[in-house]
C-alpha cells in the first residue's frame, strides 16, 4: 500500500533521498471503518414517555379541582408511596393511606378514586415527590398513571401541611 520511491544516482556517492508514503490507501481505509461501524452499529430509540401538558388558553379557569375530585401520591423515601383525598384541615395521620408499587395497587386507587368522583371528566391525579423519593419510583407512578389511562394530572411540590403529617407517618 505504501509507495517507495528510491531514486539512485551512477557514479559516485549515493545521496540518501527522504521516503515518500503515499497516505491515499490509509485514508480509504478510515472511510471504510467509519462506514462498516455506522452500518454494524445498532440505533435504537431512546425510552422516554410523553409528558401530556395543558395547551395554553386566554380564558381563567376556576379551581375545578376539590377534594374528592382528585387523589394525591406522595412519593416518600425507602419506595415507599402514600396518598390521600383531603384538603389542609381535614388530613391526619389516619387520612394519609400507604401502598407500595407491587402489581396493580396504585391503578387500582385510581379507579377507585375516579369512580367515587362527582366530576369525573375534572378528576384529577396529584403526584408530588418528596427530597427522598427516588427517580425509579416516580417513572413508576407515571406509570401507573399511563395504565389507568387517565390524561389529567400533575406534578408539584409536597406542601408543609402535607410534609408535617408525612413526617409524622413515617417516623
Request: aromatic share 10%.
Amino acid at each position: 500500500m505504501a509507495e517507495v520511491i528510491v531514486q539512485e544516482k551512477k557514479g559516485g556517492k549515493q545521496k540518501k533521498t527522504p521516503l515518500r508514503v503515499d497516505m491515499t490507501p490509509m485514508v480509504d481505509l478510515g472511510f471504510l471503518l467509519i462506514t462498516f461501524f455506522m452500518f454494524t452499529t445498532n440505533f435504537t430509540k431512546p425510552n422516554v414517555m410523553d409528558l401530556g401538558l395543558p395547551a395554553k388558553s386566554d380564558i381563567p379557569t376556576k379551581n375545578v379541582v376539590d377534594d374528592k375530585n382528585q387523589v394525591t401520591f406522595i412519593l416518600g423515601k425507602d419506595n415507599r408511596v402514600f396518598y390521600h383525598q383531603s384538603n389542609a384541615k381535614e388530613l391526619t395521620e389516619n387520612n394519609l393511606k400507604e401502598t407500595d408499587f407491587s402489581g396493580v395497587k396504585i391503578s387500582n386507587i385510581i379507579s377507585e378514586a375516579y369512580k367515587k368522583a362527582p366530576i369525573p371528566e375534572n378528576f384529577t391525579i396529584i403526584v408530588k415527590p418528596t427530597d427522598d423519593a427516588n427517580y425509579k419510583n416516580f417513572v413508576d407512578v407515571l406509570d401507573n398513571i399511563a395504565i389507568s389511562k387517565k390524561e389529567r394530572y400533575g406534578i408539584t411540590d409536597i406542601k408543609p401541611w402535607e410534609k408535617k403529617v408525612y413526617e409524622n407517618v413515617t417516623k
